[in-house]
């Protein structure tokens, strides 16, 4: 790919990413150093940070309220941010432990949506009230959540429950679930395929079956060990159908699993970090092939697309640095 304005930007232990579309700006989370970076997507200059909780996981960004939401982990708060002043304007409490992970939001119904990771659970937050208005439970190592605002559905990765809550967002109430295989960690959906994507630790490979049951066999990898990251994909059809396709196999993955994975809804393409590995997988939506792998300089994590002009961001974390690189495969 052509070499884009600062395809590198330092950025202290960059935790998680998200793009504002409409103002072209990217917004990062810096887990060491409790701050957001504000990022010009112009030209990828750094042009100021904002102060939020200790320890910021996840963030996600409601481009028609321009507010952003940051998980602080070690906080058990959300912090939401308003993107015209850069300034926080209220923060939410979460129960003590309850260590919020992971942010998704629904702009068509303003609601927003929070893991918390030991305590099982997924909050829902009203964008006009910033109150908790309901809490879902027995989500057991509740990690990602990903919004599919079409539908109005949620997907929620019950990481130890080795499966994925799909919720009515009209009710926010569990509607189903599937069982992809494994650990399921990190998500992503594009809106034009219609497909749910989603890195899992696999059980086992004849756990990767299409079966319509969890096949509770005994885990084959380590979780003190890299694990191999594979790419499960659900076809999202009506009537809460969903078809699971063949099985792709990234890199490798971390102990903790695959935490990075984007779609482009204008190319199709999934993009999966391999942390051990210190790639980036690039694959073809529509056939699951592999189109390239990509080096990354250190501990690949979190990434984000801009649909606009198909720019692609990588949290390199052990490297201090925000890669960005050109979708052009």
């Known amino acids: 790919p052509p070499t884009p304005p600062n395809p590198r930007i330092p950025v202290p232990y960059p935790k998680s990413v998200d793009v504002d579309e409409s103002t072209n700006r990217v917004y990062v989370a810096s887990r060491t150093e409790d701050d957001i970076y504000v990022i010009n997507g112009n030209d990828n200059t750094i042009l100021t940070t904002i102060p939020v909780g200790h320890v910021p996981f996840g963030i996600a960004v409601n481009e028609t309220t321009h507010r952003g939401y940051v998980a602080n982990t070690a906080s058990d708060t959300l912090s939401v941010i308003d993107l015209t002043s850069n300034q926080v304007i209220e923060t939410i409490p979460f129960p003590a432990g309850s260590q919020p992970l992971q942010v998704a939001v629904n702009p068509q119904t303003n609601k927003i949506y929070v893991t918390l990771h030991q305590h099982s659970d997924l909050a829902v937050i009203d964008g006009?009230?910033?109150q908790v208005i309901k809490t879902l439970h027995n989500l057991p190592g509740?990690?990602?959540?990903?919004v599919n605002s079409l539908d109005n559905q949620v997907y929620v990765s019950a990481r130890d429950g080795h499966f994925v809550s799909i919720?009515?967002?009209s009710i926010d109430e569990e509607h189903t679930r599937l069982f992809p295989?494994?650990?399921p960690f990190a998500m992503a959906f594009d809106p034009n395929l219609k497909q749910l994507y989603m890195m899992?630790?696999?059980?086992?490979?004849l756990a990767l079956l299409d079966l319509p049951f969890y096949l509770p066999l005994p885990n084959l990898f380590h979780q003190n060990e890299p694990n191999p990251n594979a790419l499960v994909t659900f076809e999202v059809k009506p009537h809460w159908d969903f078809g699971k396709r063949a099985v792709r196999f990234a890199g490798e993955a971390g102990p903790q699993?695959?935490?990075?994975?984007a779609a482009n809804p204008t190319t199709g393409h999934v993009f999966i970090s391999n942390s051990a590995a210190n790639t980036l997988s690039v694959f073809d939506g529509r056939t699951l092939i592999p189109l390239a792998t990509v080096p990354m300089e250190g501990d690949p994590g979190d990434i984000a697309v801009n649909t606009n002009n198909s720019w692609v961001y990588i949290s390199n974390r052990s490297a201090n640095l925000l890669r960005m690189?050109?979708?052009i495969w």
Do not use: R
């Open 325 to 327: 690189i050109v979708d």
């Open 128 to 130: 006009n009230t910033h």
């Open 167 to 169: 919720i009515d967002g």
């Open 200 to 205: 899992i630790d696999p059980d086992s490979l």
């Open 181 to 183: 295989g494994g650990e």
């Open 257 to 261: 699993g695959g935490v990075g994975l």
């Open 142 to 146: 509740a990690f990602d959540v990903v």
